[in-house]
């Protein structure tokens, strides 16, 4: 079976505080994607990776960087947290090709104080 | 850009029922893919049924089927024999061919599953 993990399901953290979100696949995927999700808002994606320390900007890109030095790993960071920042993040991953799937982690629901 | 519209926010069915939920997206593409995403509560989003456009025919997989009206640009999600475990957020995606492997993701609907 697909796994996509997340590294943690609950994070609080403090405004202006630097946030790694961190995502792990194991079907060696070439596609990775961070989605926010928010309620009546839906998934909205925030950065997706075609490659290793491949990366491009998603429809809500703000406030956001990722990093992808490993096939495998997908990094989700937030350089200074603020409060709208709270928010559910999913991980996805996906092989190339646009009939294929994303398989999804369990989410991390940060809120930020 | 391409839009997905989910008008219900929220959907109730008695277990055993069939229920709708309904789904519409707006492109100017003729080739594009369509998915149904299911989130139960606290667990992981898994795909329940896609579709490809260039299909004239609709995809069913067991008890879930959908109603693919590609002039209407509808993509609507049937589910019969409704079952406790099906209650869940239900998301429609869009994915066009000049996208990549982006999806386009609905705002979701809320199905409640009543025993």
């Known amino acids: 079976d697909v796994k996509v993990t997340q590294s943690s399901r609950y994070l609080v953290k403090r405004t202006g505080e630097k946030v790694f979100l961190e995502c792990v696949q194991d079907?060696?995927?070439?596609?990775m994607f961070w989605y926010r999700q928010d309620p009546g808002l839906g998934l909205r994606l925030i950065y997706f990776?075609?490659?290793?320390?491949?990366?491009e900007k998603g429809d809500i890109p703000e406030g956001y960087s990722v990093s992808r030095e490993k096939k495998e790993r997908f990094s989700l960071i937030l350089e200074s947290a603020s409060t709208n920042q709270t928010s559910m993040y999913l991980c996805?991953?996906?092989?190339?090709?646009?009939?294929?799937?994303?398989?999804f982690g369990p989410g991390t629901r940060l809120t930020v104080l | 850009a391409q839009t997905v519209t989910q008008s219900q926010p929220e959907m109730s069915v008695q277990e055993a029922e069939t229920v709708t939920l309904s789904c519409t997206y707006d492109?100017?593409?003729?080739?594009?893919?369509l998915f149904w995403y299911k989130q139960p509560p606290s667990r992981q989003m898994i795909l329940v049924i896609r579709?490809?456009?260039?299909?004239?025919q609709n995809a069913t997989e067991n008890r879930f089927s959908v109603n693919f009206q590609k002039a209407a640009k509808s993509f609507s999600l049937k589910i019969s024999d409704s079952q406790l475990g099906d209650a869940a957020m239900y998301f429609c995606?869009?994915?066009?061919?000049?996208?990549?492997?982006?999806?386009?993701f609905g705002t979701g609907t809320r199905l409640a599953v009543r025993p």
């Open positions: 996805a991953s996906s092989t190339p090709g646009t009939v294929n799937e994303q398989f």
């Open positions: 492109t100017s593409e003729s080739d594009y893919y």
């Open positions: 990776s075609y490659d290793v320390k491949m990366k």
């Open positions: 995606a869009y994915r066009s061919l000049s996208s990549g492997d982006k999806l386009t």
């Open positions: 079907m060696d995927h070439e596609n």
């Open positions: 579709q490809e456009a260039y299909k004239q």
